[in-house]
């Protein structure tokens, strides 16, 4: 069963663009093998990420136990998981984005991926306004 997970956690300490650049080259490589395709997203102002996943369910499953582990990032909450009919990343073992480059207007009211940060206003819908981002991501790529 095909299923797409999107998540969000917050980098231990700042980043270097090396550093993303080996991250991503990984993700890329395992997602390859693994059949998962996705976007990451990542602010340097915040050290947040947020991640979209596409692969078969159990694959997903899996690694996301994987991430939970990785030591190089805390705070890891899922924010939506589901089901399925078609991937929206099809080409992208992992596309990448800095969310701090990103329009504004595609990420309705977000400043911050934590759900700690964010007014009880909007925590209301968290699944799909976060689904909402990524789709709208794999538009505009």
């Not at 991503?24 to 102002?45: D, F, M, P, W």
Request: aromatic share 6%; net charge negative.
């Amino acid at each position: 069963m095909l299923t797409e997970l999107v998540y969000c956690s917050v980098a231990t300490r700042a980043m270097s663009v090396d550093e993303l650049d080996s991250l991503l080259e990984q993700s890329r490589e395992q997602n390859a093998r693994l059949n998962v395709t996705g976007i990451l997203l990542h602010s340097g102002k915040t050290r947040e990420f947020m991640q979209l996943l596409e692969g078969e369910q159990d694959v997903i499953e899996s690694l996301m136990q994987t991430i939970s582990n990785d030591q190089r990032h805390t705070c890891v909450d899922v924010m939506y998981h589901d089901r399925i009919e078609a991937r929206n990343f099809e080409d992208w073992s992992m596309a990448f984005r800095l969310f701090d480059k990103l329009d504004p207007k595609l990420i309705e009211g977000y400043t911050t991926f934590n759900t700690n940060s964010l007014p009880p206003s909007l925590l209301n819908g968290r699944n799909s306004r976060a689904r909402s981002i990524m789709k709208s991501l794999s538009q505009n790529l």
